[in-house]
């Protein structure tokens, strides 16, 4: 009895350390681009790969402090060979970066997107 009880703690333990290293790790990008919208040079992450069927993670930051508030309109386009409308993204402000905003865009249908962003302020 004493081995099955040592068992099951050690089985709960190995869980707890998978479900932590998996939360970990979609803490850290997929993938880093840097980009320029107009007069605003930003960073781009990903933390997953754009599949038909799921919503694509992703957050942009300002590389450069901002006096004033920047606001952001995000839309995945489809590129030439995907039969599908452009999507509109969910944004929210990102605690972590200032003017920041974490995203989301539910694409419908695997293929090449575009992450179109268009930034308003001063």
């Known amino acids: 009895m004493r081995s099955f009880h040592f068992w099951i703690i050690c089985g709960t333990l190995l869980g707890v ?3 932590g290293r998996a939360s970990a790790h979609e803490e850290q990008p997929l993938r880093t681009i840097d ?3 107009g007069q605003y040079p ?3 992450n990903y933390y997953n790969a ?6 694509l993670v ?3 930051a300002p590389q450069e402090t901002a006096a004033d508030a920047i606001s952001y309109q995000v839309t995945a ?3 030439a060979t995907v039969d599908a409308v452009p999507v509109r993204a969910t944004l929210e402000p990102d605690p972590d970066r200032p003017s920041g905003v974490s995203g989301r865009v539910d694409l419908p249908v695997t293929g090449q997107w575009l992450l179109s962003v268009q930034v308003n302020g001063p």
């Open 42 to 44: 930003l960073t781009i």
């Open 50 to 55: 754009p599949r038909g069927g799921e919503a």
């Open 58 to 60: 992703f957050s942009i």
């Open 17 to 19: 350390v998978l479900v």
């Open 77 to 79: 386009v489809p590129g």
């Open 35 to 37: 980009v320029r919208s």
